[in-house]
Nanobody, 123 residues
């Protein structure tokens, strides 16, 4: 089995910063793309940022220049550095990873999700 465990959420004032972490553990052969999603109350889950196994990154327009996604392959961990936070960034943030693992007798890519961490931006 594989688990993704997130940490780093919390309450921050507008203009502040937070750093989210998501560590993968378990039967991991390798990790392809990793990413962060968020879901605000009453809204659909949206993709925030992704990072490929080759460290190529992509961001939703609303966070460009403020958020930075990175990964540490030795630790099977992905990070999201969030600066200049705004109230509209308030949401539950979920990490996601495409993990190469063994399922039964097969080797394949399985998409895993973290449990979510709350980020609240408010004065």
């Amino acid at each position: 089995q594989v688990q993704l465990v997130e940490s780093g959420g919390g309450l921050v004032q507008p203009g502040g910063s937070l750093r989210l972490s998501c560590a993968a553990s378990g039967r991991i052969l390798s990790i392809d793309a990793m990413g962060w999603y968020r879901q605000a109350p009453g809204k659909e889950r949206e993709l925030v940022a992704t990072i490929s196994s080759g460290d190529s990154t992509d961001y939703v327009e609303s966070v460009k220049g403020r958020f930075t996604i990175s990964r540490d392959n030795a630790k099977n961990t992905v990070y999201l550095q969030m600066n200049s936070l705004k109230p509209e960034d308030t949401a539950v943030y979920y990490c996601n990873a495409d993990i190469v693992t063994i399922v039964g007798v097969y080797r394949g890519v399985v998409v895993y999700w973290g449990q979510g961490t709350q980020v609240t931006v408010s004065s």
